[in-house]
């Protein structure tokens, strides 16, 4: 979003080293840079390799008169059709295309989406960089964006296929009769109903793509060199005339990629000639696809690895400036329209009520605490950017109290079988682990009830295993311990929440405690305090689990306090006699025109 607000001068906006592109990763030098981008992560991507349809057309031979044959004058990244007699019998791609894309599934525009001048200004990229040091752009594979891009990929090369079988149909027409052609080719109009539609625009603007591509990833000093191999207009007159060596093209791409992309994808290079050096050998349409495939995985490939490293090297800058960015970002929104008057009555109200009469950050703390120990879910639209963060720690703190009830649990059960002795840690541990294997597949989303009859199982072979009893687990035990756990999660019942309280206190002095050691840190130095995630069944004891809670509660609440203390929470407060709600949270609403598309973070 844009807004008629002038935003104050921030560190980074004379800052040299913000560029679209670091020379050091495009010179001459080989990086060393490999990030997998095949992965599963970013929104903008190259799709799966597709089912191969095959095709096998005669091989063109040398036309010794190709040299004298003249141009026909056709702009071949605009339009370029041929005659149908050129689709043979061997070809199984007649099929319409004229409703699929004619560009390429990877273009300049594409991979422009994850440039480093865009992403600065991406102020949900820029705040994740708080809490996820690590965070970088992957290929995306999954969902129903994914789905649909492959859908539509699938579709673009088995359109292209039927025109690579038609330029491999006219070579060989061509080396069939060389004395038969006129000294000018005069190509039908795109009027001809004898022709299908659209059946040789793609060729072109797919080599017009690469050639953008490279341009936008290398540096100036490239281009030439650049623009005079990939001359789509004079490719494509050689496509006419017979005369395209489309091997040599190919074997000059994979050495000039050699010195640009990282060593670790010398592996796909040596794939993309050797497919399209076998296809034209043999004619094979599915083998010259599968090498144009390819280029574009590596084009795609080293944009990836050109803007993971620029963040890698920006990153900590980024999050001292995080602050102000965001201030000047918020102030944007609120000037065009974003009203947060509701958070601003929210903390009012969380003022009036504190007893103990909190002010400033502590009472933010206190509410998040609250929320995460309550599992609320109605929250102001300041926190919009850290409602998944908030999310994600309510199951955590949940986890730990089922964590809780497994232990009372299986208290219950070893008394049941007569154990009167001491119960060691390490059969907690093991308990924990077990119960935690069961569940780590549910995600977010896990539902604890669902396994509650393994959970069960697991319970009473533990506590057999501490009586030493080596047989099979009772039906009446496990009835017996199955009750007792339903009896412990039951929200209703007063040994929930004696558990949840008596975790809820621990969790408050930690986060106190936590919160007074970062007073004074810098966003940089909060970053590196955080411990990694550890999620919950994955400890030894339930304390232990909510130290990582703590220290990541306090670190929202002073980065929060800090971005809208100043602009909000200590400003007047003016409502204008109208009541005012919560806003729905997302961070998709942050996403305006032109802001970069979503992204899956760790």
């Known amino acids: 979003m844009s807004g008629n607000l002038r935003s104050s001068k921030s560190p980074l906006q004379n800052n040299p080293h913000v560029c679209a592109r670091q020379r050091g990763m495009h010179g001459r030098r080989r990086s060393s840079v490999d990030t997998c981008s095949t992965a599963a992560s970013s929104e903008h991507v190259i799709p799966e390799k597709d089912t191969k349809v095959r095709h096998s057309l005669p091989a063109p031979s040398s036309n010794p008169l190709a040299p004298y044959l003249s141009s026909s004058g056709v702009i071949w990244e605009h339009v370029a059709l041929e005659s149908p007699r050129l689709l043979t019998a061997g070809t199984n791609h007649s099929t319409n295309s004229s409703f699929v894309s004619l560009d390429p599934p990877v273009t300049k525009e594409v991979l422009s989406e994850i440039d480093i001048p865009r992403l600065k200004n991406d102020l949900v990229l820029r705040h994740h960089l708080n809490f996820d040091p690590k965070i970088q752009f992957r290929i995306n594979t999954q969902g129903p964006q994914a789905e649909e891009r492959r859908k539509r990929a699938f579709e673009y090369w088995h359109a292209l296929a039927t025109e690579i079988a038609l330029w491999l149909a006219h070579c060989q027409r061509i080396a069939a009769c060389p004395s038969s052609l006129p000294l000018r080719i005069s190509l039908p109009k795109p009027g001809a109903r004898s022709f299908p539609r659209g059946a040789i625009l793609r060729l072109p603007r797919l080599l017009g793509a690469v050639r953008d591509i490279l341009k936008h990833l290398l540096p100036s000093e490239e281009w030439p060199i650049i623009d005079a191999r990939l001359d789509v207009r004079f490719l494509m007159q050689q496509l006419e005339h017979g005369l395209c060596d489309f091997t040599a093209l190919s074997d000059w791409l994979g050495n000039f990629l050699r010195h640009f992309c990282s060593p670790t994808r010398d592996c796909l290079l040596h794939t993309m000639t050797s497919a399209i050096r076998l296809g034209i050998k043999n004619a094979k349409t599915d083998s010259i696809v599968s090498g144009l495939k390819t280029i ?39 000037v065009n329209g974003w009203d947060v008057l509701g958070a601003r009555i929210w ?33 102001p639209p300041t926190l919009i950017l850290d409602y998944n963060r908030l999310r994600i720690l309510q199951l955590d703190f949940q986890a730990l109290v089922y964590q809780a009830a497994c232990r009372q649990t299986l208290y219950e059960t070893l008394e049941s079988l007569g154990w009167t002795g001491e119960t060691l840690p390490r059969s907690y541990a093991e308990l924990f682990l077990k119960v935690a294997s069961l569940i780590s597949d549910q995600g977010l989303h896990y539902d604890y009830w669902q396994m509650r009859g393994l959970v069960v199982l697991e319970i009473v072979r533990a506590a057999y295993a501490v009586c030493s009893k080596r047989e099979l687990p009772t039906s009446e035990d496990l009835e017996f311990a199955e009750d007792r756990l339903s009896h412990c999660c039951d929200p209703k019942e007063s040994v929930f929440q004696d558990l949840r309280s008596s975790l809820a206190t621990e969790l408050k002095e930690k986060v106190d405690d936590e919160v007074s050691a970062i007073d004074g840190l810098s966003p940089a130095q909060l970053m590196r305090r955080q411990l990694p995630q550890t999620p919950g069944f994955a400890v030894q004891s339930e304390n232990e689990g909510l130290v990582p809670i703590a220290k990541r509660i306090s670190h929202i609440a002073q980065l929060h306090w800090r971005i809208w203390g100043p602009i909000l929470y200590e ?22 025109p032109g802001s970069s598309p979503s992204r899956r973070t760790n």
């Open 347 to 379: 903390y009012e109200i969380l003022q009036e009520a504190d007893e103990q009469s909190s002010q400033g950050l502590w009472v933010l703390v206190k509410a998040l605490t609250n929320a995460i120990v309550f599992y609320h879910e109605s929250l």
């Open 571 to 592: 400003q007047p407060m003016h409502v204008r006699g109208r009541a005012l709600g919560h806003t729905p949270l997302t961070e998709e609403g942050l996403h305006g």
């Open 296 to 334: 574009f995985e590596i084009l795609q490939g080293m944009n990836l690895d050109a803007t993971n490293h620029s963040i890698r090297t920006l990153r900590l800058a980024w999050v001292e400036d995080t602050v102000a960015f965001e201030q000047n970002d918020f102030l944007r929104r609120i």
